[in-house]
């Protein structure tokens, strides 16, 4: 693994190459577990390169799906993760914590004025725009200085690495459906309680696949990839704990 991280930038290697990785992890075992079986490596070098061309294509379709999933979720959210855990109206973190959140970017951003109550904020039409204004200097803050705030880096690519992996899983699912009809076709005289009984080695790709299937299928779901966005919003905002005024160049 690391031979082969050290030749991207940490938050590719995180955010698109491991995605593309998992989703691909089926397709190499396969290719390597039949070159070990019938030990014969020269045949198997084709799916192995196979696997190796489905792994490069998810790393860039990965990003790109889960970009287009990433607009339809804030646009069902009703506004983007950062953004919703600084309204009032929102419960996710307790209203005093809220308060000293919001009087924070008031005391330290030029030309902020953020609500500090729920009464404020609805009589405030351009209350989204300010939060979205708070956090994105919150946001280039922590990315500038991320020796000091490492949670906030760790995860913004947990959340990258969900959202890619859920991008690229349509892709992922069709292929793994290909490689169940191939095991259905290759093995011949199929019984189903030879499969539960013995499957090893007859049955032991099917059986493997069947169960990643329900693992990839189960885990990799919008509501996994919401649950790590609201993570990150929090850690982010959560700074502001660890900041002092001294810390900030910026003078009211």
């Known amino acids: 693994m690391e031979s082969v991280k050290k030749y991207f930038d940490d938050f590719v290697f995180a955010a698109r190459v491991m995605p593309a990785m998992t989703a691909g992890l089926p397709l190499l075992i396969i290719a390597v577990y039949n070159g070990i079986v019938a030990n014969s490596w020269s045949e198997e070098s084709t799916s192995f390169a196979l696997a190796i061309i489905f792994i ?16 339809k979720m804030f646009e069902e959210l009703g506004g983007m993760p950062t953004t919703i855990i600084l309204r009032f109206s929102d419960n996710k973190i307790d209203g005093i914590s809220k308060v000293k959140y919001h009087q ?5 951003l030029v030309g902020v004025s953020l609500p500090v109550s729920l009464t404020e904020e609805m009589a405030d039409s351009t209350s989204d725009k300010k939060y979205i ?18 949670r906030v880096y760790q995860e913004l690519k947990k959340y990258n690495f969900w959202r890619n992996l859920y ?10 459906a290909i490689l169940l009809l ?31 299937i329900c693992l990839f299928c189960s885990i990799v779901t919008k509501k996994t990839v919401k649950r790590n966005a609201f993570d990150y919003a929090k850690t982010l905002l959560e700074i502001i704990e660890n900041l002092s005024q001294e810390e900030i160049t910026i003078e009211k």
């Open 182 to 212: 191939r095991e259905f076709v290759v093995i011949d005289s199929f019984s189903l309680k030879e499969m539960l009984i013995v499957p090893f080695p007859k049955y032991i790709i099917l059986v493997g696949l069947l169960i990643w």
């Open 56 to 71: 490069a294509f998810s790393s860039y379709i990965a990003r790109e799906w889960g970009k287009n999933y990433e607009g």
């Open 133 to 150: 204004s708070a956090m994105t200097f919150l946001r280039t803050y922590a990315n500038s200085n991320r020796d000091k705030f490492p």
């Open 104 to 108: 924070w970017f008031n005391n330290n």
């Open 167 to 176: 991008g690229c899983k349509v892709l992922a699912t069709v292929s793994y």
